[in-house]
């Protein structure tokens, strides 16, 4: 028993049961907006109507992501199986030019991820809005009250978010309306303190009394414009009123018996985890175990197989061709596959591959399954933790610093380190490429596991290992969200591993010649839902202040 508990330990599993319900479940980054997903549940809506809500309720309690400033994706399946995709990804501005943020010697400047200049179009109102018209039951206002209440009575701070907002100081400090708002002018907000935001109060109650509309063609988007004019930002009232969500088909993938229902491009969430799953059915590397050095090395491989890939052909398909059939395509994913050998491939030595001709993704997330069997799989982001740290003045609502996941210059790493290519060069109207990575797992036609992530490039790695953990090691929802993960990226190339990995295994790999690198950071916070027999179990990641409650 002792030996057992020790091996439990050591692969990092949790101590702890996932939450189970009977009929419906809500799980988010913040326990506040899961209360109030499961009260709308409860007072008869669906799970369209929950999400919708709950994304309203995190742009008031989780600053750091939640947001109506940004944008995102939904992943929904219907009770009868019918499955879409919503894309409200943010777009660049009319005015954005392909070097806007290269200085006078082609170098990268700042201005895409800090200030009004770093702010794309936001997509989040008029996603929330397409979501609730095609799916929702209830009245769009009160999925909306919920959100006001919070802004206008105010929430208590708990002591993850008072440390998170004190930590933003560097981001936020520097505008004098964040730093008013969140930083309490410089005196700070302690755990325990009542936080209240008036002003997106007033915000949120137009939206929810005028609709959606009103974000992008009224008085907001009036003053969202005047104020983006008045400090530089490109943002304009046409921008804002010619944005719209789009429906996209998901793809749909097979793995060791079970169907993937993943999300599409500009995600470049789907595409991976469908490639790189297929590399590992294809070399099957799980009998080696849990926490095993070989397994540990043929997940790095792909990843860094795959985010070689994505750094040359991935981008927005309203714009530019992206090889889905060809990326996906089993012969090549084989062939990328056989490429592995016992020994670190080392990255500058790796390049994308040949794909074949076609044939004839800060962040925050939430899942929710309601008690008629719908599910929804939401991610949306400001993109850095407190976005470009602009609170809009009597708005009160932060904005995105989504135009750093553009390619400012290609070959040059965004603040997630990541490599883009001309396929994700900026242009008026486009939409950047995102890892955010909404999952949904089906097997033999009914509904498995609702999964997703918040943690920039990290999202596509710790979603899929959460996936692999359930179906090939047969783990509860809890121990296979909460298991240490590992990350790489193809660039820069270093293989880093969360805390929980044996010794024995780091020194493996290292002889294997990885560049480890070993850390408190996780490999992003995944929340999930798996669906049994009588039961649905809910699961915050364990690195996360989140919560999960049903019914």
Same mark, same amino acid.
């Given at each position: 028993?002792? /030996?057992?508990?020790?091996?439990? &330990?050591?692969?990092?599993?949790?101590?702890?049961?996932?939450?189970?319900?009977?009929?419906?479940?809500?799980?988010? $980054?913040?326990? !506040?907006?899961?209360?109030?997903? =499961?009260? !709308? &549940?409860?007072?008869?809506? @669906?799970?369209?109507?929950?999400?919708?809500?709950?994304?309203?309720?995190?742009?008031?309690?989780?600053?750091?992501?939640?947001?109506?400033?940004?944008?995102? /994706?939904?992943?929904v399946r219907s009770a009868n199986g019918e499955a879409n995709f919503i894309d409200f990804r943010e777009k660049a501005p009319g005015q954005a030019t392909r070097d806007m943020y290269l200085d006078a010697q082609g170098k990268p400047t700042r201005d895409s991820v800090v200030g009004w200049r770093a702010s794309g179009v936001p997509g989040t109102v008029r996603g929330l809005e397409l979501l609730h018209k095609k799916y929702g039951k209830l009245p769009w206002a009160e999925l909306v009250k919920p959100s006001v209440k919070l802004a206008k009575n105010g929430f208590v701070l708990s002591y993850a978010t008072a440390r998170s907002i004190r930590g933003s100081e560097r981001t936020t400090g520097p505008f004098p309306e964040s730093k008013r708002i969140y930083l309490k002018g410089g005196s700070y907000y302690e755990a325990g303190e009542t936080l209240r935001l008036p002003e997106l109060a007033r915000t949120l109650d137009r939206i929810a009394k005028r609709g959606p509309s009103e974000f992008y063609q009224g008085e907001t988007a009036k003053r969202l414009a005047a104020e983006m004019a008045k400090h530089g930002g490109l943002v304009t009232e046409a921008d804002l009123r010619n944005y719209q969500a789009v429906e996209r088909k998901p793809l749909l993938g097979h793995y060791h018996g079970h169907e993937i229902i993943a999300a599409p491009p500009p995600s470049s969430g789907g595409i991976g985890m469908l490639q790189m799953m297929g590399m590992l059915e294809h070399l099957n590397p799980f009998p080696a175990g849990m926490g095993s050095a070989k397994l540990a090395h043929t997940l790095a491989e792909v990843m860094r197989r795959y985010y070689a890939d994505r750094s040359q052909f991935l981008g927005d398909p309203d714009f530019?061709? =992206?090889?889905?059939?060809? &990326?996906?395509?089993?012969?090549? !994913?084989?062939?990328?596959?056989?490429?592995? +050998?016992?020994?670190?491939?080392?990255?500058?030595?790796?390049?994308?591959?040949?794909?074949?001709?076609?044939? *004839?993704?800060?962040?925050?997330?939430? *899942?929710? =399954?309601?008690? $008629?069997?719908?599910?929804?799989?939401?991610?949306?982001? &400001?993109?850095? *933790?407190?976005?470009?740290?602009? +609170?809009?003045?009597?708005?009160? /609502?932060?904005?995105?610093?989504?135009?750093?996941?553009?390619?400012?210059?290609?070959? =040059?790493?965004?603040? /997630?380190?990541?490599?883009?290519?001309?396929? @994700?060069? !900026?242009?008026?109207?486009?939409?950047?490429? *995102?890892?955010?990575?909404?999952?949904?797992v089906t097997k033999d036609g009914k509904l498995l596991l609702v999964i997703g992530a918040p943690g920039g490039t990290r999202i596509i790695t710790g979603v899929m290992q959460a996936i692999l953990n359930v179906i090939d090691y047969k783990l509860n929802v809890q121990d296979a969200i909460d298991a240490p993960r590992l990350h790489h990226q193809w660039m820069p190339d270093r293989l880093y591993l969360e805390r929980g990995w044996s010794p024995d295994t780091v020194e493996l790999l290292k002889k294997m010649g990885h560049n480890v690198e070993t850390g408190t950071m996780g490999v992003s916070n995944v929340h999930g839902i798996l669906v049994e027999e009588k039961w649905l179990q809910g699961a915050p990641d364990g690195r996360s202040n989140g919560k999960a409650a049903g019914y």
């Amino acid at each position: 028993m002792r /030996f057992a508990l020790v091996i439990f &330990l050591a692969l990092g599993l949790s101590a702890h049961e996932p939450v189970r319900a009977r009929k419906a479940m809500v799980v988010t $980054q913040d326990p !506040i907006a899961t209360d109030v997903g =499961v009260g !709308i &549940l409860k007072r008869g809506g @669906n799970a369209y109507d929950a999400a919708v809500a709950v994304a309203f309720a995190l742009a008031v309690t989780y600053p750091t992501a939640g947001n109506i400033g940004g944008g995102g /994706f939904a992943l929904v399946r219907s009770a009868n199986g019918e499955a879409n995709f919503i894309d409200f990804r943010e777009k660049a501005p009319g005015q954005a030019t392909r070097d806007m943020y290269l200085d006078a010697q082609g170098k990268p400047t700042r201005d895409s991820v800090v200030g009004w200049r770093a702010s794309g179009v936001p997509g989040t109102v008029r996603g929330l809005e397409l979501l609730h018209k095609k799916y929702g039951k209830l009245p769009w206002a009160e999925l909306v009250k919920p959100s006001v209440k919070l802004a206008k009575n105010g929430f208590v701070l708990s002591y993850a978010t008072a440390r998170s907002i004190r930590g933003s100081e560097r981001t936020t400090g520097p505008f004098p309306e964040s730093k008013r708002i969140y930083l309490k002018g410089g005196s700070y907000y302690e755990a325990g303190e009542t936080l209240r935001l008036p002003e997106l109060a007033r915000t949120l109650d137009r939206i929810a009394k005028r609709g959606p509309s009103e974000f992008y063609q009224g008085e907001t988007a009036k003053r969202l414009a005047a104020e983006m004019a008045k400090h530089g930002g490109l943002v304009t009232e046409a921008d804002l009123r010619n944005y719209q969500a789009v429906e996209r088909k998901p793809l749909l993938g097979h793995y060791h018996g079970h169907e993937i229902i993943a999300a599409p491009p500009p995600s470049s969430g789907g595409i991976g985890m469908l490639q790189m799953m297929g590399m590992l059915e294809h070399l099957n590397p799980f009998p080696a175990g849990m926490g095993s050095a070989k397994l540990a090395h043929t997940l790095a491989e792909v990843m860094r197989r795959y985010y070689a890939d994505r750094s040359q052909f991935l981008g927005d398909p309203d714009f530019v061709k =992206v090889p889905v059939a060809g &990326l996906l395509n089993p012969k090549y !994913i084989a062939q990328r596959a056989d490429s592995i +050998t016992d020994r670190a491939t080392p990255s500058a030595s790796l390049q994308h591959g040949a794909v074949p001709p076609e044939e *004839s993704p800060e962040t925050t997330h939430l *899942s929710i =399954v309601d008690a $008629q069997g719908n599910a929804v799989s939401l991610t949306y982001t &400001l993109n850095g *933790s407190y976005g470009s740290g602009v +609170t809009v003045p009597g708005l009160g /609502f932060l904005l995105n610093n989504e135009m750093d996941d553009f390619s400012a210059k290609p070959g =040059v790493a965004n603040m /997630f380190g990541a490599l883009g290519g001309e396929a @994700n060069a !900026i242009a008026p109207g486009k939409r950047m490429l *995102s890892s955010m990575t909404p999952t949904i797992v089906t097997k033999d036609g009914k509904l498995l596991l609702v999964i997703g992530a918040p943690g920039g490039t990290r999202i596509i790695t710790g979603v899929m290992q959460a996936i692999l953990n359930v179906i090939d090691y047969k783990l509860n929802v809890q121990d296979a969200i909460d298991a240490p993960r590992l990350h790489h990226q193809w660039m820069p190339d270093r293989l880093y591993l969360e805390r929980g990995w044996s010794p024995d295994t780091v020194e493996l790999l290292k002889k294997m010649g990885h560049n480890v690198e070993t850390g408190t950071m996780g490999v992003s916070n995944v929340h999930g839902i798996l669906v049994e027999e009588k039961w649905l179990q809910g699961a915050p990641d364990g690195r996360s202040n989140g919560k999960a409650a049903g019914y």
